[in-house]
């Protein structure tokens, strides 16, 4: 069952064709950046999530990172192995740190320049 979300993930046996359906597995979405899903395989096979795929996203499974790749166009999917399995997609865009990084430099180079103001005024005092 979806939370806060209309999407749903569903499993399939390896090679098994788009169009035959698959079996539904239990979904939530915690917080905007996180989706969990969790479910038992009856053999390897891959997993759909009817989210769109978007750059950013990182999916897990059972702990380990994973390559997701996309399904039916614009969603995703990756393979999961036979058993019980738990799958986290976490949401951390590469723009996030660029811009922490970027507005930490801004706020160096103004007390930078604050400093450098400030001397100037003593000088000319």
């Known amino acids: 069952e979806a939370t806060g979300s209309d999407s749903c993930a569903y499993w399939r046996p390896a090679g098994q064709d788009e169009e035959a359906g698959g079996v539904p597995w239990r979904h939530e979405r915690p917080r905007e950046d996180r989706v969990r899903v969790a479910g038992e395989a009856a053999a390897p096979g891959t997993l759909f999530l009817s ?3 978007y750059p950013g996203w990182e999916a897990y499974v059972n ?13 995703t999917a990756l393979p999961v192995p036979a058993g019980k399995s738990e799958v986290f997609w976490i949401y951390r865009p590469w723009s996030w740190p660029i811009g922490l990084l970027a507005s930490l430099l801004t ?3 103004l007390v930078s320049d604050a400093r450098q103001v400030n ?4 000088v000319n005092a």
């Not at 001397?119 to 003593?122: A, D």
Request: net charge neutral; proline share 4%.
């Open 63 to 75: 702990g380990g990172r994973v390559e997701s790749a996309p399904a039916s166009g614009a969603f």
């Open 119 to 122: 001397k100037v005024n003593e």
């Open 51 to 53: 989210e769109l795929r």
């Open 107 to 109: 706020a160096i180079m």
